[in-house]
């Protein structure tokens, strides 16, 4: 089984902390595949970035309001490159992890069967806000869930049977525009996959929507002021399937983040795994020159 992070970079084509993920990922490296979608890939500079970005031909144009093609790409170029590929986590270029790898592998191999999505019922008037055009689908489908989760493959293969049996209500449903803010929601309740059996009810990426950037943005995180660790603290301590932050500039301080991820305990333990594997080697080693000798001069 395998985690597959898909990241959507379309804007800046950065990774505000790249240097972070890839340490972060490197300790979990043998269940992590890393995906990028993009819409210009000659403005990408990151070699790294671009050793794991997805073909072009599953490249269409998406905006705010009109980001599903990105979704299904992700997903469908995943789904296809590695089967292992189970959990399929949404990140966005300012996305950040926030939780220990080891913590993050636990999480993993305890919840695999299920997604995590955070959803209710639609907050807005639907018959002012025009947006999924929930007013034109039935009530009992008035939902919301967060944009930004994580999904099993069985779930996505659910969806991908909706979208195959019902191409106009898809059409319907996203040309309301923000449909990725109530389409999966709408989607899992139709199959009856939106209880506890199939989904964890749950936020998996701290956002503080208390204090927004913009009209549609949440607030951004670029010092660590004590409102701000105080807010990544508490969203820990309250969510316990919170593994991300967003939104990270990349001026915020590295130091502050490291805290959180406990890359110094990692490290110790990959050494000690190192540490153990070669001492077992080394063993077997002299096991095999003692059997080898022993039986040479037994018979000679």
């Known amino acids: 089984m395998k985690i597959a992070l ?16 890839r340490k972060w990922i490197h300790f979990n490296k043998n269940i992590i595949n890393v995906y990028f979608y993009y819409s210009d890939k000659t403005k990408i500079k990151s070699t790294w970035i671009l050793e794991h970005t997805i073909p072009e031909e599953f490249i269409h144009p998406t905006s705010y309001f009109h980001v599903i093609p990105a979704y299904f790409s992700l ?49 807005w008037n639907v018959n002012l806000v025009r947006r999924a055009n929930l007013v034109r689908i039935p009530c009992e489908l008035h939902l919301a869930n967060d944009p930004w989760f994580i999904i099993r493959r069985e779930d996505i293969e659910v969806i991908n049977h909706y979208f195959q049996r019902k ?31 199939f989904v964890e009810n749950s936020i998996t990426h701290a956002t503080d929507w208390s ?15 004590k409102e701000n660790t105080k807010f990544i603290e508490q969203s820990l301590k309250e969510n316990p399937f919170v593994m991300f932050i967003r939104k990270v500039a990349s001026e915020f301080p590295d130091d502050v983040l490291h805290k ?32 080898y000798y022993y039986y040479y001069f037994k018979y000679i």
């Open 260 to 291: 959180y991820l406990n890359f110094e305990e990692e490290e110790k333990e990959m050494k000690k795994k190192d540490f153990i594997r070669g001492v077992a080697f080394n063993l077997m080693v002299l096991f095999l020159m003692f059997s």
């Open 6 to 21: 898909c990241f959507i970079i379309n804007y800046q084509h950065v990774l505000n902390k790249e240097d972070i993920w």
């Open 167 to 197: 191409p106009d209500a898809v059409k319907l449903i996203c040309d309301g525009g923000v449909a990725n803010e109530s389409l999966f929601a709408i989607i899992l309740k139709t199959y009856n996959r939106l209880s506890p059996d």
């Open 211 to 225: 204090r927004m950037a913009s009209s549609t943005s949440p607030y951004l995180f670029k010092e660590a002021t």
């Open 75 to 123: 997903f469908k170029y995943a789904m296809s490159h590695d089967i292992e590929n189970t959990w399929f986590c949404l990140l966005t270029d300012s996305c950040c992890p926030i939780i220990s790898p080891k913590k993050f592998k636990n999480l993993f191999l305890e919840n695999y069967k299920k997604s995590i999505i955070k959803w209710k019922p639609a907050w």
